[in-house]
Nanobody, 120 residues
């Protein structure tokens, strides 16, 4: 069974870069046709797709976050990483990583989510 686990600091100061890692077990991040995504949910709001890195290593970003977002991977560790720069309190959210099959609109496996608060 595939498992995803987010890790990273729970508190980030404004203007800094938020960095989260998703460690995947039970499946390889290079397996064909899977996209490894980052999704967040601000308090009182819905889910927001941030971006993804494909099995091939190609990356895709939400247009609204593209200028501040970078997703990379370490295939030797079976991990992928989110970096969000110049954070503000509006970036406070629960951040999730998820696996999405090509053509699907929803992830089939999700991490438990990690709370990130942006505050000085």
């Amino acid at each position: 069974q595939v498992q995803l686990q987010e890790s990273g600091p729970g508190l980030v100061k404004p203007s800094q870069t938020l960095s989260l890692t998703c460690t995947v077990s039970g499946g390889s991040i290079t397996t064909n046709y899977y996209y490894w995504s980052w999704i967040r949910q601000p308090p009182g709001k819905g889910l927001e797709w941030m971006g993804a890195i494909a099995y091939s290593g190609s990356t895709y970003y939400s247009p609204s976050l593209k200028s501040r977002t970078s997703i990379s991977r370490d295939t030797s560790k079976n991990q992928f990483t989110l970096q969000l720069s110049s954070v503000t309190p509006e970036d406070t959210a629960v951040y999730y990583c998820a696996r999405v099959f090509y053509g699907s609109s929803i992830g089939d496996y999700w991490g438990q989510g990690t709370q990130v608060t942006v505050s000085s």
